[in-house]
């Protein structure tokens, strides 16, 4: 089976950085995703890595060590905005390759 | 231009009762699912059709029943609602491709079971 962790609440300053780690167990791994859920709203997604590396969209960025089976989500110039739960989901073999398996997700909390 | 809507938003009803949620997308995307958000947000993955054929079934009680008429519609019919039912419902879709994977989520279903 897989399973996934991640710290399950987090807060910062507005303009501060933080990053938020994910280690997971699975078989199979093709990639990691991130997704934003703001309360009442929908997941939305924010990056997938299936290679070693880092990703950067804009003040987001997100990392994968295949190796250490780790990765995370790094926010940079945090906002009042980004206030929200965060989860990373693993791609793996399971329903042809289609499957995602989420954890159990952060609660970001952005001070002013 | 919504890309994946669900009908209805709320939803609340009494234990015994039959429901059903309806999900829509306009991407053109191949594969659709059903998801579980419980109150400690915890999401799961409950079933998964990809052009119409069922090809995730989690453990799920089987007065669940997914239907897709095509590859753009997949519902969700409970039977005998239990107040463990009561939970957000989430429905998204996503086109398998190998290089990136993006699930578009709908708004959800608030399904409270009385």
């Known amino acids: 089976g897989q399973s996934l962790e991640q710290p399950s609440e987090v807060t910062a300053v507005e303009g501060a950085i933080v990053q938020i780690n994910c280690t997971y167990q699975t078989s199979g791994f093709y990639g990691l995703s991130w997704y934003q859920q703001h309360d009442g709203g929908a997941p939305t997604f924010l990056s997938y890595n ?3 590396g880092l990703e950067e969209t804009g003040r987001f960025s997100s990392f994968l060590s295949r190796s250490d089976s780790y990765g995370y989500l790094l926010l940079q110039e945090l906002q009042m905005k980004d206030s929200a739960s965060y989860f990373c989901a693993v791609r793996d073999r399971g329903g042809s390759a289609r499957q995602l398996t989420f954890g159990s997700g952060t609660q970001l909390t952005v001070l002013p | 231009d919504t890309a994946v809507s669900q ?6 009803t009494q234990m015994g009762n039959d429901k059903s949620i309806k999900c829509e997308q306009n991407l053109g ?9 419980d109150s400690k947000k915890f999401l799961k993955i409950m079933f998964s059709y990809n052009n119409k054929e069922l090809i995730i079934n989690e453990t799920v009680p089987n007065r669940f029943s997914p239907k897709s008429p095509d590859k753009a519609h997949l519902n969700l019919h409970i ?11 989430f429905c998204a879709s996503s086109q398998f491709d190998q290089s990136s994977y993006e699930q578009y989520f709908g708004p959800g279903t608030r399904l409270t079971v009385t």
């Open chain 1, 50 to 52: 299936a290679l070693d």
């Open chain 2, 7 to 12: 009908t209805p938003k709320y939803l609340v």
């Open chain 2, 29 to 37: 995307h191949d594969t659709m699912y059903w998801y579980k958000q």
């Open chain 2, 79 to 89: 039977n005998s609602l239990e107040l463990g039912d009561s939970a957000v419902y």
